[in-house]
């Protein structure tokens, strides 16, 4: 069964997710399908409510490195996962890099999660220059290195690992289905690696970046890909729908 991940970003209100919802889950057949909506904070306790018994589970995209105090605006493990979130995002480029996210609190974050019940997606990826020379492996060692340094081989079960290369993000273009395969590879390579062959076998890995229902056909046949992470095209249902059908 194929994984798919929506990552709604800062978009949609409480009351645009209940609509969303409402056109997505009227048509959405989860037998066939291990969907993961990642909703805003806002629209987390709305997506329990529409979610449950639906076969969806419910994403979360970001939560705080400390258990709980002070720490003004900032949201914990065990409150999302009491809002009956499943899994969290973490290491998404954009909080690497807007919200300055280094390896040392990536790697904090997915303790916290783990240890509050919750999956993890982790995002890694090379930016254009580092893909343009050629540094593309070393940047995925380095960044699962940091964020995995430390974890049970046992808690990998609940990592799900999103390759999303930085320069593909929202800007319409993708690595060719070879690439994507080598990235995949080497994933799996660092995971044996560092904690067994099992482990690299049994890990789950998507891509993620610019993915849409023409150019995911492309993809469907990868080796070794688990399924995609999807953001700008998960904001329309009706396309949104003809990618989950075309992941069945
Ligand atoms: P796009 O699908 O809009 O390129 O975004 C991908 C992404 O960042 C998902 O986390």
């Given at each position: 069964m194929?994984?798919?991940?929506?990552?709604?970003?800062?978009?949609?209100?409480?009351?645009?997710?209940?609509?969303?919802?409402?056109?997505?889950?009227?048509?959405?057949?989860?037998?066939?399908?291990?969907?993961?909506l990642c909703l805003p904070y806002t629209s987390l306790g709305l997506g329990a409510l529409l979610c449950k018994n639906r076969n969806v589970r419910?994403?979360?995209q970001n939560l705080s490195d400390e258990e709980q105090g002070k720490n003004t605006g900032e949201i914990?493990?065990?409150?999302l996962k009491d809002s009956g979130v499943d899994y969290v995002i973490i290491g998404h480029s954009e909080r690497r890099k807007k919200f300055k996210e280094d390896t040392k609190t990536i790697n904090k974050k997915i303790k916290v999660a783990l240890k509050n019940g919750l999956g993890v997606i982790l995002c890694v990826?090379?930016?254009?220059?580092?893909?343009?020379?050629?540094?593309?492996?070393?940047?995925l060692r380095e960044q699962i290195e940091c964020a995995l340094k430390g974890l049970y081989e046992n808690e990998l079960e609940r990592v799900i690992i999103a390759y999303e290369p930085i320069w593909a993000i929202g800007s319409g273009k993708t690595p060719t289905k070879n690439e994507i395969e080598g990235?995949?590879?080497?994933?799996?390579?660092?995971?044996?690696?560092?904690?067994?062959?099992n482990a690299s076998i049994s890990i789950k890995v998507v891509y993620g970046g610019s993915i849409d229902s023409k150019?995911?056909?492309q993809?469907?046949?990868?080796?070794?890909?688990?399924?995609?992470?999807?953001?700008g095209a998960c904001l329309d249902p009706n396309e949104f729908l003809k990618i989950s059908s075309l992941c069945s």
């Open positions: 194929r994984t798919l991940i929506a990552n709604f970003k800062m978009n949609l209100t409480p009351s645009e997710t209940k609509d969303y919802l409402m056109a997505f889950l009227s048509r959405f057949d989860g037998s066939k399908i291990d969907l993961t419910l994403g979360a914990s493990g065990a409150m990826g090379e930016s254009l220059t580092e893909r343009n020379t050629l540094k593309t492996f070393e940047v990235a995949v590879k080497e994933i799996r390579h660092i995971i044996k690696d560092d904690f067994s062959e150019n995911i056909k993809f469907l046949s990868a080796k070794k890909l688990d399924g995609f992470l999807v953001g």
